[in-house]
């Protein structure tokens, strides 16, 4: 047997197998409140990175629940650890000391300490396989936590709202209506901005705010485009005049009358000096030499030629530009039947001042060419004028009087069975007889007819009062 | 350190003289060297000892045995039904005095001895047995206001036949609980039965070559006094007890299924003091887990107050403490269930 020679060796190993203890316990809780706290952290990483976005790095001060899980283990362990004495007996038991190590703590035990066996430290053995697991699982959950992308984890932006489509179309408006001009370059860039703003910023959690937005954006993009249609059409109705001058002065020039021509020449000089002003493609469009001849009022045939391509090219474009308006959805395409009327014949228009020249102005008499052909009707215009409808009939007495029936009636009607329907309003006489039929000669025994009772056995003779042909209901 | 433990030199005399009277039990009685153990141990601790066992096993033979090993007053009643507590405990008898009167005058009753062999014990009425209870605890008897020691030491080995039990009073709880051990005498195997009847005659044993006296005993009493009990086994020994209760915490689920009443306190003080003896016996001067283990059958099995669901199912006292004493730490260390301590 081999023999101890103090107590020091038994305190020692006492001391040691405590201290082994105390690490399994440690590391035993250590685990089990690692793993409580790292799915505790993983939740709330993924909340805080899903709610508010939150970036990896503060996150990662979590790493310091896991000392305080350690430390917390420990003082844990320290409490469970069993008592001196009681590691005292264990080893005693294990090592069959028969109570001498046990005694050895309380009393002096003198020769037998050369009698005691030497103390073996019993295996500690832990069932580790669970709080292993738990503790892998954890801390595999608290990494995907931390590495999850943000796209997959965010809340608030898991939901945009898809207006590509919507914001498409109105690029492509526009764009239209930078190209035609109609907007000017900085309001079409400010309206890009702020279409592209709505399609990044569209959110599917305030989808009426994106669809308002969107809503206001169309309307200032189709107002645009009308006040572009307005604005061409009655520019049209302006060079209209003018164009029919030049042409009419073109091709019958030698019907007037030098006093007629010169007039004709004077008003048109006037009517394309203000074209020019307004419009600049038109002035850009005529030569020099007719620009100057404009300007001075004499115009001769080659004048009038000048001034009349420039003016089909003018309307040309500008039907052009609204055409394309149209196609890009922003215009009615019926309203631009004023713009793009069809050209007129003006070779009359000579004759036409030649016979009014004494009863108005050459001004006059081409506002009345150029004007629609009547308001419509007999007296109204020419055969081809359309018709114009002004004010619709009034609809007043043309209804039937809405009259609030007296409780006693509505009861009446709630009991009343429908067995037909007349054509017309049925006669009543103001006696309250029937006069034709089974109601022949009968009279109502009180009250209006309205308010009669008919009984079950009269059903029959009502429903052939109904069935009779027409000519005797109607009166 | 306040004391010292017994040192070898104190112990190993007395040890020596123990193991001698084993040994003469071994030789007298063959095949029974645990139950001679226990006997001796129940003795050294002053205890009162029941043994129960079939006709013939040998337990009176052992009691005899011992009675002459120790060179102590040995006296044997045989309990029967008509048996009085006067005939135990003595009687009044009036007698002639030398100036003429006549007085009443005690005759004390067997129950005056050393060694009180009550064979049979089953077999008395109540009444009878019920006379045996204040010499036991008291060590005294009380007859008609007056009160008499009983010699020191005192002990009652009582035997009882578990069958033919028609006409029999079963001990009452009170009276068994006085017995520090109730040790059960099973049949001897085929080596000891032919030890038996080849070496001796009519089976009567040898004559003792060996005795004890009284100082030599004592001395044994004084060195037992001195046996070390550390602090953990008495705990122990306390858990055990408690545990026999099924409402203690520490109760095991036979002990709450099957169990009416647990061990009293005076089990804990017997276990305490036959684990001495039983450390002694084993030559050594502190107490072991061990020691506690291997008497807390003896000592417990009879207080135990099992209930009917217990023998519906065929679970006595013995599986209940065998299996208490198996799941019971003896070191009281509570671990997490899945750390546990390996040899």
Redesign the interface.
């Known amino acids: 047997m081999n023999l101890q020679p103090d107590s020091a060796s038994h305190e020692l190993s006492i001391r040691r197998f405590a201290r082994r203890l105390a690490l399994l316990l440690t590391l035993k809780h250590s685990l089990a409140f690692i793993a409580v706290w790292c799915f505790v952290w993983g939740i709330v990483a993924l909340v805080l990175r899903a709610a508010a976005a939150t970036p990896r790095k503060p996150l990662l001060w979590g790493a310091i629940g896991v000392a305080v899980a350690v430390i917390a283990a420990a003082v844990i362990s320290r409490r469970q650890l069993p008592s001196r004495n009681s590691v005292r007996a264990l080893l005693d038991e294990r090592n069959d000391c028969g109570g001498l190590l046990m005694a050895e703590g309380d009393a002096g035990i003198g020769e037998w300490q050369m009698r005691m066996p030497e103390i073996a430290l019993p295996r500690l053995r832990w069932r580790s396989a669970r709080s292993l697991g738990l503790f892998a699982a954890s801390v595999a959950f608290v990494a995907i936590s931390l590495i999850v992308p943000v796209r997959f984890a965010t809340m608030n932006a898991a939901r945009p709202l898809d207006v590509s489509r919507e914001v498409e179309n109105l690029a492509a408006q526009i764009e239209a209506l930078k190209e035609a001009q109609v907007i000017e370059e900085a309001k079409a860039e400010a309206l890009e901005q702020k279409l592209d703003q709505l399609g990044a910023e569209g959110s599917g959690e305030d989808p009426a705010k994106t669809w308002e937005a969107l809503d206001h954006l169309a309307d200032a993009v189709e107002k645009a485009a009308k006040d572009a249609v307005e604005k061409a059409v009655a520019e049209q109705e302006r060079l209209a005049g003018a164009e029919a001058l030049a042409e009419g002065l073109m091709a019958g020039a030698d019907q007037l009358d030098a006093k007629t021509m010169t007039e004709a020449m004077q008003t048109l000089s006037a009517m394309m000096q203000g074209a020019m002003k307004e419009n600049e493609m038109l002035a850009g469009s005529l030569s020099p030499e007719t620009q100057e001849a404009i300007k001075s009022g004499a115009l001769n045939s080659e004048h009038l030629k000048d001034i009349s391509k420039a003016l089909s090219r003018n309307r040309s474009a500008t039907g052009q530009k609204l055409s394309k308006l149209a196609q890009s959805g922003m215009i009615n395409p019926s309203s631009l039947k004023g713009a793009q009327a069809n050209r007129r014949d003006n070779s009359g228009l000579a004759q036409f001042l030649k016979e009014n020249a004494q009863k108005m102005s050459v001004e006059e008499a081409v506002g009345q060419w150029c004007e629609n052909p009547g308001k419509g009707g007999v007296d109204r215009g020419r055969g081809d004028a359309a018709m114009t409808w002004t004010d619709g009939s009034s609809e007043k007495d043309a209804k039937f009087k809405e009259k609030v029936l007296p409780p006693s009636v509505v009861a009446g009607l709630n009991d009343s069975q429908m067995i037909g329907l007349s054509a017309s309003v049925p006669a009543v006489d103001k006696n309250g007889t029937a006069a034709h039929g089974a109601l022949n000669n009968t009279a109502a025994g009180g009250g209006s007819a309205y308010t009669q009772t008919i009984l079950p056995r009269h059903k029959g003779a009502v429903k052939r009062y109904f069935e009779r042909p027409n000519q005797y209901r109607e009166r | 350190?306040?004391?010292?433990?017994l040192?070898?030199e104190e112990l190993n005399p007395a040890v020596e003289l123990a193991n001698k009277i084993l040994n003469q039990l071994d030789r007298i009685l063959l095949g029974r060297s645990e139950l001679h153990r226990l006997v001796l141990a129940g003795i050294l601790s002053r205890g009162h000892i029941l043994l129960e066992g079939l006709p013939g096993v040998g337990k009176t033979a052992l009691v005899k045995a011992l009675g002459d090993l120790l060179h102590l007053q040995f006296k044997r009643v045989q309990f029967t039904p008509d048996l009085m507590p006067g005939d135990i405990l003595g009687t009044h008898i009036l007698q002639g005095t030398d100036d003429g009167r006549r007085a009443m005058e005690f005759h004390p009753g067997p129950v005056f001895t050393n060694l009180l062999l009550a064979d049979e014990i089953n077999r008395a009425s109540p009444k009878t047995q019920s006379a045996l209870l204040e010499a036991m605890q008291e060590r005294a008897v009380t007859l008609l206001g007056t009160t008499r020691a009983l010699p020191n030491p005192f002990f009652v080995l009582a035997s009882q036949n578990p069958i033919e039990l028609e006409g029999t009073y079963p001990l009452p709880e009170a009276q068994l609980d006085r017995f520090l051990f109730k040790l059960n005498v099973t049949g001897a195997d085929v080596e000891t039965l032919d030890r038996i009847i080849s070496t001796r005659r009519r089976g009567e044993p040898p004559a003792s070559d060996f005795v004890v006296t009284a100082d030599e005993l004592q001395r044994i009493f004084t060195v037992m006094d001195r046996v070390?009990l550390?602090?953990?086994?008495s705990r122990y020994i306390s858990r055990v007890v408690a545990a026999t209760h099924a409402a203690a915490d520490e109760a095991i689920d036979e002990v709450r299924s099957y169990v009416s009443y647990g061990a009293s306190p005076r089990a804990a003080i017997a276990m305490a003091e036959a684990a001495r003896a039983y450390?002694m016996l084993?030559g050594?001067?502190?107490?072991?887990?061990?020691?506690v283990k291997t008497i807390a059958a003896p000592v417990l099995n009879h207080r135990l107050v099992v209930n009917y669901k217990a023998r519906f199912d065929g679970v006595d006292s013995h599986a209940i403490i065998s299996k208490l004493l198996a799941q019971l730490d003896?070191?009281?260390?509570?671990?997490?269930r899945?750390?546990?301590?390996?040899?």
């Open positions: 350190m306040t004391e010292t433990i040192q070898p070390f550390p602090k953990p086994v450390a084993a050594r001067p502190t107490v072991g887990f061990e020691d003896e070191t009281g260390i509570k671990l997490p899945d750390v546990q301590i390996e040899a």
